[in-house]
């Protein structure tokens, strides 16, 4: 139950406007000027194959982006790890533009060169809790980035949001 929250999140936040999103949510990435830096963007785009890997319920794409250790902790303050995202992922069916989630404020907030958080909002309609702060901190292992840590953490003023 507790990954399963976890892998619906990761796999409703594929959306077809997620591009959209992080180009234009990465604007806020560098303060002086409107394109992000390539640090930043490697990040962006890291974050945008693997949420569309989970969205497609590739499997070997995601065993391969996840670190071995990785954990994550769902809104609802449960935590998984690796083996349980890979057990729990299945394809996203498509939903209609009234169901898509909405992301936004994408930001990178780089640790060091090897190691960085991405950050965005989401609005998710038709879950609970609807609004969330997703943080993905990354770590580059070789070549790759991997995902080490995830969590969400849902907008306190929209916790016993109804609708």
């Not at 890979?86 to 936004?104: C, G, M, N, Q, T």
């Not at 958080?117 to 990354?138: F, I, K, L, N, Q």
């Amino acid at each position: 139950m507790k990954t399963r929250v976890l892998v619906s999140v990761f796999c409703l936040l594929v959306v077809p406007s997620f591009a959209q999103s992080s180009a234009a949510g990465s604007q806020a990435i560098a303060s002086d000027s409107q394109r992000p830096t390539p640090f930043a963007q490697s990040l962006l785009d890291t974050e945008n194959a693997f949420l569309a890997a989970m969205g497609r319920g590739d499997v070997q794409y995601v065993k391969n982006a996840v670190a071995e250790d990785f954990v994550g902790v769902g809104s609802n303050g449960d935590s998984s790890g690796k083996k349980d995202m890979l057990e729990d992922l299945h394809p996203v069916k498509a939903a209609s533009d009234k169901e898509r989630p909405i992301l936004y404020f994408f930001e990178v907030v780089p640790l060091n060169d090897g190691a960085a958080v991405v950050t965005y909002d989401a609005v998710r309609p038709g879950e609970r809790p609807r609004y969330v702060h997703v943080s993905d901190t990354w770590v580059k292992q070789g070549e790759e980035w991997k995902l080490k840590f995830q969590q969400e953490t849902p907008n306190l003023w929209s916790a016993l949001d109804t609708d």
